[in-house]
């Protein structure tokens, strides 16, 4: 079984940052393709970023050029550094992880942006 838990979401105004984090209780970590996807009020969860155990990063178009994501197989974490962001960013943020054809998903962590 794997375990998520994400950390870092808040309030920010339009055109500041935050910084998600997710840990996984998991053996094997680095063999994991992880992502964060979102989930705004009424709408479905949607994509925002995936990165592979090889390294390889996805983005939705939305997001392109804003977001970041990283990961640190030490530390078993996955990282999403979020910049200039946008009211149209509030949602709850959810860590996803991918082995063996699994889905596991974190709690989910709110973030809320201001305009």
């Known amino acids: 079984q794997v375990q998520l838990v994400e950390s870092g979401g808040g309030l920010v105004q339009a055109g500041g940052s935050l910084r998600l984090s997710c840990t996984a209780s998991?053996?094997?970590?680095?063999?994991?393709?992880m992502g964060w996807y979102r989930q705004a009020p009424g709408k479905q969860r949607e994509l925002v970023t995936t990165i592979t155990s090889g390294g390889y990063t996805n983005y939705a178009d939305s997001v392109k050029g804003r977001f970041t994501i990283s990961r640190d197989n030490t530390k078993s974490a996955v990282y999403l550094q979020m910049n200039s962001l946008e009211p149209e960013d509030t949602a709850v943020y959810y860590c996803n992880a991918v082995v063996f054809e699994t889905n596991y998903w974190g709690q989910g962590t709110q973030v809320t942006v201001s305009s």
């Open positions: 998991a053996r094997r970590f680095s063999i994991f393709a």
